[in-house]
């Protein structure tokens, strides 16, 4: 009895000593277009879990020469709905002077349509 509870403990150690991080799996990079604006966000989509997102890019500031940081996180909304599933999550946008956007989205998981609000502004996210 006492080497098979040597045998288990030494065992279940060498486990857990050469375990591997788990690490987000890249699903993809994406764009949209923040309508009528002509900003367009590129992100790049890790699954963090089951249902759960990570995501980090850059909005291109209509082309300018310098971009702005994004990150954010996405969900799958709960509720079957006939068109897909919704993605619902927020992204945040950081200039490089440190000012801060925040914006809430819902985006169709099939035909990656969306909508955006940061709680002045409002519109749809088209994918480019």
Known sequence: MRRFLFALTLGLGSVLISAQPIEAQSIGTFRWQIL??????????????????SVTGWDDRCGAPSRDALYGAF????????????????????????AVRHIDVTINEFTLLGTWNDGTSSGQLDPQ
């Open 75 to 98: 969900f799958f909304n709960p509720g079957f709905h006939p068109a897909g599933n919704n993605v619902g999550g927020a992204l945040t946008v950081v200039s490089a002077g440190g």
């Open 36 to 53: 009528p604006f002509c900003n367009v966000l590129t992100a790049n989509i890790s699954a963090e879990g089951f249902d759960s997102f």
